[in-house]
């Protein structure tokens, strides 16, 4: 008898990357061909199902697939589209009603957020749990809202924008066009900016002061904070206080029973953990004090989008049975 498995797809604005997860959470396999930015839709899922049908031929004897599961920016899960991504140049345009012209599979999209969540709940650190909230720390700041077991999605698609809660009114630009977006502050690019405000507004020393801006990386600045360089560590100690004060207004919204950092901040671990934890506490309403788990993910970084992506459609499937 043939095992079932999904087609997790992460659309990126660099990379498509899909793979063939088991309802274990098992990816069998994964790939990935270049996204093409500037093309549309089409041309992508075209090119991407030329390759998932080639690639599957030498699965095929021992696997049967089930379905397909998206993740993608600005992807709207009632209605099948992704709606005006920033780093693709599509517009508005329904993704499901064009995979379903190079497949038969049923398939669901959400943005890669709430697919991250999924993936936490089915396969993750949320196994078992039914309300918590997934913040995913990379060039912006994503989140996915689980309440009662359910993806929160609200009246048109598009909750749980925590990265766009405003932490100052008059701060940093944001790519969403206004100011003083969570995701400016924590991120891996909230992060970069933070180094480079104190490099010009203080005399710490510090290794980060010889690093161009486009050279820099959030890694470059974990590293330097776990050598002890104090800028380093103050760009840390700085984005997790705001990070800190949004996840404590979060639980007084939600009262979520965990929130878990995902993405590549979050590889940081401690640095970025530890104070987190304490500004939230600092922070936070006094009923909730040290009720609510700060975790990382257990989705293992290599797999994790097409993980999420495809834990989407698995769990759409179990609601049908």
């Given at each position: 008898?043939?095992?079932?498995?999904?087609?997790?797809?992460?659309?990126?604005?660099?990379?498509?990357?899909?793979?063939?997860?088991?309802?274990?959470?098992?990816?069998v396999?994964e790939?990935?061909i270049?996204?093409?930015?500037?093309?549309?839709?089409?041309q992508?899922?075209?090119?991407?199902?030329?390759?998932?049908?080639?690639?599957?031929?030498?699965?095929?004897?021992?696997?049967?697939?089930?379905?397909?599961?998206?993740?993608?920016p600005?992807?709207?899960?009632y209605?099948?589209?992704?709606?005006?991504?920033?780093n693709?140049?599509?517009?508005?345009?329904?993704?499901?009603?064009?995979?379903?012209?190079?497949?038969?599979?049923?398939?669901?999209i959400?943005?890669?957020?709430?697919?991250?969540?999924?993936?936490?709940?089915?396969?993750?650190?949320?196994?078992?749990?039914?309300?918590?909230?997934?913040?995913?720390?990379?060039?912006?700041?994503?989140?996915?809202?689980?309440v009662?077991?359910?993806?929160?999605?609200?009246?048109?698609?598009?909750?749980?924008?925590?990265?766009?809660?405003?932490?100052?009114?008059?701060?940093?630009?944001?790519?969403?066009?206004?100011k003083g977006?969570?995701?400016?502050?924590?991120?891996?690019?909230?992060?970069?900016?933070?180094?480079?405000?104190?490099?010009?507004?203080?005399?710490?020393?510090?290794?980060?002061?010889?690093?161009?801006?486009?050279?820099?990386?959030?890694?470059?600045?974990?590293d330097?904070?776990?050598?002890?360089?104090?800028?380093?560590?103050?760009?840390?100690?700085?984005?997790?206080?705001?990070?800190?004060?949004?996840?404590?207004?979060?639980?007084?919204?939600?009262?979520?029973?965990?929130?878990?950092?995902?993405?590549g901040?979050?590889l940081?671990?401690?640095?970025?953990?530890?104070?987190?934890?304490?500004?939230?506490?600092?922070y936070?309403?006094?009923?909730?004090?040290?009720?609510?788990?700060?975790?990382?993910?257990?989705?293992?970084?290599?797999?994790?989008?097409?993980?999420?992506?495809?834990?989407?459609?698995?769990?759409?499937?179990?609601?049908?049975?």
């Amino acid at each position: 008898m043939k095992k079932k498995v999904a087609i997790g797809i992460d659309v990126g604005g660099t990379n498509t990357v899909f793979g063939f997860v088991d309802e274990a959470g098992q990816c069998v396999y994964e790939s990935s061909i270049l996204t093409h930015a500037d093309q549309d839709a089409d041309q992508l899922f075209s090119r991407l199902f030329i390759k998932i049908d080639n690639d599957f031929k030498k699965y095929s004897d021992d696997y049967e697939l089930i379905g397909i599961g998206i993740g993608a920016p600005n992807a709207n899960y009632y209605k099948g589209t992704v709606e005006l991504p920033p780093n693709l140049n599509w517009g508005i345009v329904n993704v499901l009603e064009i995979v379903k012209k190079y497949s038969p599979l049923p398939s669901s999209i959400t943005n890669d957020a709430n697919a991250a969540a999924i993936g936490e709940m089915i396969f993750g650190t949320a196994k078992g749990m039914k309300d918590f909230i997934v913040i995913t720390l990379g060039t912006g700041l994503g989140s996915g809202i689980v309440v009662n077991g359910e993806l929160v999605y609200g009246s048109d698609g598009f909750a749980g924008e925590i990265g766009h809660t405003i932490v100052d009114p008059n701060g940093r630009e944001c790519g969403c066009g206004r100011k003083g977006c969570l995701e400016t502050y924590a991120s891996a690019s909230g992060i970069k900016r933070t180094v480079f405000e104190l490099i010009g507004t203080t005399n710490i020393p510090s290794e980060l002061r010889n690093v161009s801006y486009n050279q820099l990386t959030a890694k470059d600045i974990a590293d330097a904070a776990k050598n002890g360089d104090k800028l380093a560590l103050a760009a840390f100690d700085y984005t997790s206080k705001i990070l800190g004060l949004k996840l404590a207004d979060s639980v007084a919204h939600l009262s979520p029973e965990a929130i878990i950092l995902f993405g590549g901040l979050a590889l940081a671990g401690g640095l970025i953990f530890t104070p987190t934890k304490r500004y939230m506490e600092e922070y936070m309403l006094n009923i909730f004090k040290n009720k609510v788990k700060l975790l990382p993910s257990a989705l293992p970084g290599a797999h994790a989008a097409v993980l999420g992506a495809s834990a989407l459609i698995w769990n759409e499937l179990k609601k049908i049975k």
